[in-house]
């Protein structure tokens, strides 16, 4: 069975740095062909995909957010950590991590809600 | 890179067909067949329903298809049901992921 768990503070202040982990069970992501993503969703508005980290450490990011991401991958503890630096009130969102094969995101994290305020 | 356009909302009612665009450009939607579908419920996390344009996850009911053509891919939902009331979601592939605006779903 596979799972994903998103973790991380809740609250975050205007300009501080944003640390997300995903912790994942039921995969490994040393396997061939397989990518741990992070995907958000502002209140009430639409899916935003971020960033993405692939088996062989290949890293993909948001063409309009690459400055401020950082994804990397701990396969021996099955994590995935996301920092997002900089951040302003329009980045309050329920951040999701996923797990991705080819080009389809297979499965997701519950979410955890990431509010920017001071 | 600008979000896939879908409609807002659509509509239908029960045992009806309804269909979802999702109209993208020939560097993503219309350059691979790499376009899937998530609906995803409210406070829920979203579910893959269609992968590579046309293909169904396990579990997926066969009531729900995908297609396209040209720069834009469709999801047909047949034989509308109750529990199919969702924001709906296409995705397209091309290294990076790319998303539409979503479509919110209502069965009347």
């Known amino acids: 069975q596979i799972t994903l768990k998103e973790s991380g503070p809740t609250l975050v202040k205007p300009t501080q740095t944003l640390t997300l982990t995903c912790t994942f069970s039921g995969f490994s992501l040393s396997t061939s062909g397989v990518g741990v993503g992070w995907i958000r969703q502002p209140p009430g508005k639409a899916l935003e995909w971020l960033a993405l980290i692939y088996w062989d450490d290949d890293k993909r990011y948001s063409p309009s957010l690459k400055s401020r991401l950082t994804i990397t991958k701990d396969t021996s503890k099955n994590q995935v950590v996301l920092t997002m630096t900089n951040m302003d009130p329009v980045d309050t969102a329920t951040y999701y991590c996923?797990?991705?094969?080819?080009?389809?995101?297979?499965?997701w994290g519950q979410g955890t809600l990431v509010t920017v305020s001071s | 890179q600008s979000a896939l356009t879908q409609p807002r909302s659509v509509s239908g009612s029960p045992g009806q067909s309804v269909t979802i665009s999702c109209t993208g450009t020939s560097s993503d939607v219309g350059g691979y067949n790499y376009v899937s579908w998530y609906q995803q419920h409210p406070g829920k996390a979203p579910k893959l329903m269609i992968y590579d344009v046309s293909k169904r996850p396990s579990g997926v009911p066969d009531r729900f298809s995908g297609s396209k053509s040209g720069n834009t891919a469709s999801l047909t939902i047949s034989g509308l049901q109750a529990e199919d009331e969702a924001d709906y979601y296409c995705?397209?592939?091309?290294?990076?992921?790319?998303f539409g605006g979503g479509t919110k779903l209502t069965v009347l």
């Open positions: 995705c397209s592939y091309a290294g990076s992921y790319l």
């Open positions: 996923a797990q991705t094969w080819g080009s389809r995101i297979d499965y």
